[in-house]
Structure formats: structure tokens, C-alpha cells
């Protein structure tokens, strides 16, 4: 890394870091056409997640927060209670949002939606065919 490299002795034997010399460096190795200020930003965002972390890769997205237990038997007990009720009635009565009730049917009790659809009934003279 430039940066790390490029660090210089001052009179107290510490080593300084120039983020413009760095840049020099990387145009003189790889002479892009890219704006300084652009090019100062990402060392700067880079040598900040490497003292950070150790390491220069970038960090793993964060997750949505889990939903109890508690949240989930609640819901079983209101679904088994009128299953015929609409989730959004449900998400009103206890202040959560109607996508995690959704997304917790769905994964979680294993319940799916479903529509009714009308098929064609076979009648007797249909089956020998």
C-alpha cells in the first residue's frame, strides 16, 4: 500500500503518513486520467477501513433484525384464533409492520396465501375419453 510506504521519519523518530504523497506514488505507477480530490477521497476511505478492521475489503452488509419468538406464537395463536382475518388487521392490532407479519406467515409458520379458482368438473360421459 503507498500509503504505508511512503511514511517519513520526523524528529521525534514517528512515522508520517501524507495522503498527497500517496497519491503522487499511485500516478506514477498508474498515470489514469482521475480527478486528485476524487483519488485523495478513496485513500483516505481505504487507510480509514484498514485501521479500522485490518483489512482494505469492504465490510459485510448488515442484516434486518430478527423477530422473537414471542412475536411468532403470538401470531400463530391469532392466526389459529380467526384465520380468516386479514394480516394488515393483524400488524393495526400489535404495532408491527404488515411485511414482518407477512415474510413470518410465509417463512416461519408455513402458511401461504392462496386464491380460488374455478376448474371445469368432469362429468360421466367425459371419462371415457
Partial sequence: MFFYRN?????????V???DACK?????KYPILIEEESLKTHIRRIVARFNDTGSVSKRKPTRRPQ???DV??????RMQQSPKKYL???SLQSGLPYSTYQKNVKEKLHMHPYK?????????ADFPR
Avoid at 511514511?7 to 512515522?15: I, V
Avoid at 380460488?116 to 360421466?124: D, M, N, T
Fill in 116 to 124: 380460488i379458482s374455478l376448474v371445469q368438473e368432469l362429468q360421466p
Fill in 17 to 19: 503518513y501524507s495522503v
Fill in 72 to 77: 411468532v406464537e403470538d401470531l400463530r395463536a
Fill in 24 to 28: 503522487d506514488e499511485y500516478l506514477v
Fill in 88 to 90: 394488515a388487521k393483524f
Fill in 7 to 15: 511514511g517519513m521519519l520526523n524528529e521525534d523518530d514517528d512515522r
Fill in 67 to 69: 423477530v422473537s419468538e
